[in-house]
């Protein structure tokens, strides 16, 4: 089994920088692909980014492109979302997610989930 925990999350103001964290253990980070998504009250949750295994491939959702980096640190077992130009549509719970399959935008792909973390962007 995996357990993720996610870190970093706080209030910031709009247009500010956030940098969220995500512990793994219990697994072999490398071998699985990593996504993070958000969720705001009474809304579903949606995807915001993903890389592989390698790192070499990522993908954001169009909402966040160009303002956050998704990365990982397979050596340290651990994923990072760089959050920047934030705005208050960004405010939700954000949650790690470990895909054994591969690099997905799906939510059903992947198998394992942090708790989340409270990220909220005053304007």
């Known amino acids: 089994q995996v357990q993720l925990v996610e870190s970093g999350g706080g209030l910031v103001q709009a247009g500010g920088s956030l940098r969220l964290s995500c512990a793994a253990s219990?697994?072999?980070?490398?071998?699985?692909?990593m996504g993070w998504f958000r969720q705001a009250p009474n809304k579903e949750r949606e995807f915001v980014a993903a890389i592989s295994r390698s790192g070499v491939f990522i993908q954001y959702a169009d909402s966040v492109k160009g303002r956050f980096t998704i990365s990982r640190d397979n050596a340290r077992s651990t994923l990072y979302l760089q959050m920047s130009s934030l705005k208050s549509e960004d405010s939700a719970v954000y949650s790690c997610a470990a895909n054994g399959k591969g690099y997905s935008i799906d939510v059903v792909s992947y198998d394992y989930w942090g708790q989340g973390i409270q990220v909220t962007v005053s304007s």
């Open positions: 219990g697994g072999t980070f490398r071998n699985y692909a």
